[in-house]
């Protein structure tokens, strides 16, 4: 039998807070709900530069270098931390989990062989889109498509966030059992926007009779944001008086400021940088008529929910596996992979304002699962593979 007063956990990922993107709060909620629920939990990651952890539990970071190919990430170098070896000694791990399959996951994979604890790994991302982009040789994508393969069969069990997510893993290579893990919120769904709305409409300076599109994440190619700034002018032909405002950071923001003001729409768009706040966050959520979302390289998406919770629907790419959970005309909206077919979805969903209210009342209550239920079942996870393991 498991003793609940001994599990300690290890969450190994190569990227963290300061770097926010979508495994990174699954990582910290992870954490902080563990940490209440289960034992001692220790994020393991990269070092970031002048950052100060705060965190309620332990972050333990290892030496890092910067990335040319994709700042602000930073390659992990744990082999070379003899400080991490003797800082690493005196954690009694009983189960660790990987949330990448580059250097932290190898990291953690050779910490749970070391210790004869079992290792988990979640396949978070779809790695071949970002191999594709920094390398032109297909043999080099290929191979580093095999490593991953090979770190997905090397551990004891794999966790994907959604079920279309196999698919990917299935491209890949990748034939062996796994089982889904669903990600949750941080924000919990708020009945009554109004209060959330007008901070929203004060911070962002956008009043009423502004239709406000969003987009928060990453500002990366990859999420097919190009698509999206070329899909507004056709919205703004239409609509006037609509507003986009994008949140977040990436090597590609220059690159859609400048495409912005190409397009000659520079006067209507609103680019922000990377929110930390979570209250300002939501006010933000709450002041958008609609989240635009058309990522193809999404495996699951965060953001969708957390606008669902503050009563916003997307509109995201049929087929997508971010549109798993959505049914269109339901609880979001759903558009085929065409610009200007895009921005006429974004038309039909702005300009019917009561249909709108429908179905982000039933975004709100299909697609927000908090974090707290969510780890409470990875709690139970972990302890059923504890249980199987001592036997």
Known sequence: MVHMMSITTGLFNDGYVPIMDGVTITVK??????????????????????????????????????????????????????????????????????????????????????????????????????????????????????????????????????????????????????????????????????????????????????????????????????????????VMQALPDFRMVFVGDGYAKNQLRNLVDDLGIGDKIIFHNVVFDREVLKSIYARSDIFLFPSLYDTASLVVREAAALKTPSVLIQGANAAEAIKDGVNG?????????????????????????KIAEMAQNSLCRTWEDVVLEVKDRYLKILERWEH
Do not use: C
Not at 74 to 92: C, E, T
């Open 29 to 234: 909620n992870y954490a902080y709900w563990l940490e209440k629920t289960l034992g001692p939990t220790y994020v393991v990651t990269p070092y970031v530069p002048n950052y100060e952890d705060t965190e309620p539990f332990k972050v333990i970071r290892f030496l890092s270098m910067p990335t040319i190919v994709r700042p602000p990430y930073r390659i992990g170098l744990p082999d070379l931390d003899l400080r991490l070896q003797y800082i690493l000694k005196n954690r009694d791990f009983s189960i660790v989990h990987a949330h990448s399959p580059f250097a932290a996951g190898i990291f953690a994979r050779r910490v749970a062989k070391a210790r004869g604890i079992p290792i988990v790994a979640t396949f978070h991302s779809k790695y071949r889109d970002d191999f594709q982009r920094i390398f032109a040789i297909k043999s080099i994508v290929n191979d580093q498509i095999k490593r991953i393969v090979d770190f997905y069969y090397s551990v004891n069990h794999v966790w994907v966030p959604q079920e279309s997510v196999v698919k990917t893993l299935r491209e890949y290579g990748y034939k062996g059992p796994y089982e889904v893990m669903e990600n949750g919120i941080d924000m919990t769904p708020v009945k009554d926007i109004a209060e959330y709305w007008k901070r929203g409409a004060d911070y962002l300076k956008l009043p009423e009779g502004l239709h406000v599109g969003l987009y928060v994440g990453q500002h990366i190619l990859e999420k097919n944001l190009e698509f999206l700034v070329r899909s507004l002018p056709h």
């Open 333 to 357: 909206y759903l558009s085929e992979n065409d610009i200007e077919g895009f921005a006429h979805r974004v038309v039909q969903a702005l300009s019917n304002q009561g249909e709108r209210e």
